[in-house]
Nanobody, 120 residues
């Protein structure tokens, strides 16, 4: 069973950058699309972006486009979310999710989440 561990969160000032990682254990993630999601206090979870299993297709939410970049290294069973030009509204708990095959549908596997805080 795929297990995901996400990490890399922290506190940064507006305009700063963070790099989140999603690492698979117990099973390779090369057959899974990996999505990044976030949930701020009092808000519903929202999708940030998703990368297909082979990395050929990457989609971003409108809020992430142009500032965030998703990449993957299947040999290292790692997916990365590079976040630049961070804004206070990016503050949330970020989770990676794994879905066998494609970015659409129900995600069966989740990381535990990593906190991102953007403030002065």
């Amino acid at each position: 069973q795929l297990q995901l561990v996400d990490s890399g969160g922290g506190s940064v000032q507006p305009g700063g950058s963070l790099r989140l990682s999603c690492v698979a254990s117990a099973f390779t993630l090369r057959y899974y699309a990996i999505g990044w999601f976030r949930q701020a206090p009092g808000k519903e979870r929202e999708g940030v972006g998703c990368i297909s299993s082979d990395g050929s297709s990457i989609k971003y939410s409108s809020s992430a486009k142009g500032r965030f970049t998703i990449s993957r290294d299947n040999d290292k069973d790692t997916v990365t979310l590079q976040m630049n030009s961070l804004k206070p509204e990016d503050t949330a708990v970020y989770h990676c999710g794994g879905n066998y095959g494609s970015c659409t549908g129900e995600y069966a596997y989740w990381g535990q989440g990593t906190q991102v805080t953007v403030s002065l």
